[in-house]
């Protein structure tokens, strides 16, 4: 299954580079190239914005009857009707084309930019949100613990030094002075321990180690609507 993802992942991104490559060769006027790249593209990775994108270079090319089947199928995938009129119109012109009947352009120049452009454009948008990490609370937690357990160690650790120096014999003078050392060395190693598990989430929640997912939204806006992808990341 990891295999098959990664095979699904490379193509995604090799028809993502290919629709790239089609635009610049789309803005070069280099129509028959482009259509080239984008119908490359949409094998590989079958979005809407390539198809449309591939017929807008056929018809531009000169290749009105691969052009008119593309269009028909973005018609058929499309969900509003304005999108659906817009492409409507670039089959009519296709067909006046393929008649030889001569075709009046647009009065507006901004309506043939509209008319010719490759592709619906994409913008992505970011958007980040907190989650709790809660590996940093857990190390908060055993650090607090062990910082009080340090603390307890070397007040019992005092406490046997003080019998200590009271004792009656010399073992048990021994016995209490090797137990409040083992007891001030263990005190020292909790709290070593304790500092580290505490600086160590510190650390994680000022840097944000694990601490946010990204969400990215594709906005992929049509003419009188959008088509939206989603996806996230940890």
């Not at 490759?118 to 908060?140: C, G, H, N």
């Not at 505490?198 to 840097?207: C, K, N, P, T, W």
Request: hydrophobic share 45%; net charge neutral; with cysteine.
């Amino acid at each position: 299954m990891p295999a098959i993802a990664a095979a699904d992942g490379d193509k995604t991104a090799l028809a993502r580079d290919l629709f790239d490559l089609g635009v610049e060769e789309y803005k070069a006027q280099q129509y028959a190239a482009a259509a080239a790249s984008m119908a490359k593209s949409h094998a590989l990775d079958p979005q809407p914005n390539a198809l449309y994108a591939l017929a807008q270079a056929e018809r531009l090319s000169g290749n009105c009857k691969d052009a008119i089947t593309h269009y028909q199928q973005v018609i058929d995938t499309a969900k509003d009707e304005k999108t659906v009129n817009a492409v409507k119109g670039n089959i009519e012109l296709c067909q006046q084309i393929e008649r030889g009947e001569a075709t009046k352009e647009p009065v507006s120049k901004a309506k043939t930019a509209e008319r010719d452009a490759p592709l619906l454009q994409i913008r992505t948008v970011y958007r980040t949100e907190s989650r709790t990490d809660k590996i940093a609370i857990a190390l908060f937690a055993g650090g607090g613990i062990a910082l009080g357990g340090s603390v307890a160690m070397y007040i019992m650790a005092r406490s046997a030094r003080s019998d200590a120096d009271r004792a009656q014999s010399l073992d048990e003078y021994n016995d209490l002075f090797d137990r409040a050392a083992r007891l001030r060395w263990a005190s020292y190693a909790a709290a070593g321990l304790g500092v580290s598990f505490v600086a160590v989430a510190a650390i994680r929640l000022v840097g944000g180690s694990g601490e946010t997912r990204v969400q990215k939204v594709a906005l992929v806006p049509t003419r009188g609507g959008s088509l939206v992808s989603w996806s996230s990341t940890w």
